[in-house]
Every structure is written in structure tokens, then in C-alpha cells.
């Protein structure tokens, strides 16, 4: 089995080239809206995260969008300084990018006085997965001890194609997802 930090590697160099080659005009019909088969599992009145996505990742500020016009409030994950826990916080408006500020990793999150939220709901980053569900992240498992903490009521992932890989080196701390999107392909729910 491959090293983590190998596959890490590997796997961003995979998205990376596969992100460039897709044309401007069609990542912007990408991930507009979730598939028929999640959004009717998501409950009414749910908090929903996703991330803000930073460069090559899918761009799930999208599903923010969608989620809020049909009610549901949007929580992005929050930072108080680098290695801090996770925790949630509202974002707002989801089409203002201007109420966001960066987080100590380069992404975009909600200022400090935002509200704290746990959500229901979760659409986490991902480097790699299976399709049995199995997620690598970025290593400092951010995620699988939030989703160990704080198990939502659905966890799923969002990633390009090129990142479904047929095994990873999971341990007992790396949370399973209960979905994977892709723009071709849904896996699960599990």
C-alpha cells in the first residue's frame, strides 16, 4: 500500500492537471446544485456546510447558493488560528464572498463574529476516495474528528473524477463518508 503522504502528493498533481484541462465554460456549469437523490435527503430547515473552495478543488461555495435560497443556513468551517480545532460558522449570504476573511490555511471563512452552527449536513474537501466511501483528506484531520465529534446526519464528499482511487491507506480514525459527487457520478448513499 501506498504511503499517505506519496498519495497526497500524487493525488494533487492528478487534480491539478485534470482541473486545467476542463474549460472555463464548462467548470462553470459544474456543481450547481446537488443531485435530485441528496438534495431530497437533505431535511428541511438543516444546516448545511461546505468549504470555500482554494485553487483545483470543486467548487462547493455552489451548493452554499442553492442551499440558502431554499432556506437552509450555510456554515463554512472556521479557524481560530492554525492548528485550533474546527469549528462552524454562519455564512450569511453566500453571494458575498465579501463577508469572508482568510483562514490561517489560505481559504476563505466567516469573520469571529459570526454565529457558531453544528451542522447537519456536510460536504467535505477531499484529496482521494473510494467507492465504498472511503476519504484521505490533507492529513491534519480536521474532518474525521470533527465527524467523529459530531456525527451529522449525512457526511458526503465532493471531488473531481480523477480522484476516485481503488484503495487508500485508511486507519481507524478516517471517518467514512455516507456520499461521493462527482460531476459524472454519484457513489452511495452508502
Known amino acids: 500500500m501506498i504511503e499517505k503522504k506519496t498519495l497526497r502528493a500524487e493525488l494533487k498533481r492528478r487534480r491539478a492537471d485534470f482541473v486545467a484541462a ?12 446537488p443531485p435530485g437523490a441528496i438534495a431530497d435527503l437533505v431535511p428541511e430547515g438543516a ?38 480545532p474546527m469549528a462552524f460558522r454562519e455564512w450569511a449570504n453566500p453571494f458575498d464572498d465579501g463577508l469572508l476573511v482568510p483562514d490561517p490555511y ?5 469573520a469571529a ?11 467535505c474537501p477531499l484529496l482521494g476516495f473510494t467507492s465504498a466511501g472511503g476519504r484521505i483528506g490533507y492529513g491534519a484531520g480536521f474532518f474525521d474528528r470533527w465527524l467523529a465529534a459530531h456525527p451529522p446526519r449525512l457526511a458526503i464528499g465532493l471531488a473531481w ?18 456520499a461521493i459527487i462527482t460531476p459524472t457520478r454519484l457513489y452511495g448513499p452508502f
Open 113 to 123: 463574529d459570526a454565529a457558531l452552527l453544528v451542522p447537519d449536513v456536510m460536504f
Open 106 to 110: 489560505s481559504a476563505l471563512q466567516p
Open 47 to 84: 444546516v448545511v456546510s461546505v468549504f470555500h473552495e482554494m485553487a483545483d478543488e470543486v467548487p462547493a461555495s455552489n451548493y452554499a447558493r442553492w442551499f440558502h435560497e431554499r432556506g437552509h443556513r450555510i456554515a463554512l468551517p472556521w479557524f481560530a488560528a492554525r492548528g485550533a
Open 22 to 33: 476542463i474549460p472555463d465554460g464548462v467548470r462553470a456549469l459544474l456543481f450547481n446544485r
Open 161 to 178: 473524477d480523477c480522484q476516485l482511487v481503488d484503495e487508500l491507506p485508511l486507519e481507524p480514525h478516517d471517518a467514512a463518508l455516507d
